[in-house]
Nanobody
Framework: QVQLGESGGGLVQAGGSLRLSCAASGRTFPSSLVGWFRQAPGKEREFVAALNWNDASTFYADSVKGRFTITGDGAKNTVSLQMNSLKPDDTAVYYC???????????????????WGQGTQVTVSS
């Protein structure tokens, strides 16, 4: 089965940066569409960013535009989320998710994704 794993979370002060990484099993990344979502305590899972491997297009939530960047590294078989200018409201568990094909998908909908990682905690202090 497809397995995804996130790493890079931690505790950082407001204004700082973190880089999250999503690693996939196998020789190549198994999903055409890769998304990052986050979930804070007591809140619904929220879309953060997505990458379409087929055409390198990217998508971002309005709340993170200009601060977060999603990139794919074929050589390392990973997808990263660079997070800059972090705010306390960014505190959440961050999940990596994959979808086999990008067609007919709403990239912001978690139900559109087929595979999920276990999550990594990001905590931003004020």
């Amino acid at each position: 089965q497809v397995q995804l794993g996130e790493s890079g979370g931690g505790l950082v002060q407001a204004g700082g940066s973190l880089r999250l990484s999503c690693a996939a099993s196998g020789r190549t990344f198994p999903s055409s569409l890769v998304g990052w979502f986050r979930q804070a305590p007591g809140k619904e899972r929220e879309f953060v960013a997505a990458l379409n491997w087929n055409d390198a297009s990217t998508f971002y939530a309005d709340s993170v535009k200009g601060r977060f960047t999603i990139t794919g590294d074929g050589a390392k078989n990973t997808v990263s989320l660079q997070m800059n200018s972090l705010k306390p409201d960014d505190t959440a568990v961050y999940y990596c998710a994959g979808r086999q094909t990008p067609w007919g998908a709403n990239v912001k909908d978690p139900l559109a994704y087929d595979y999920w990682g276990q999550g990594t905690q990001v905590t931003v202090s004020s």
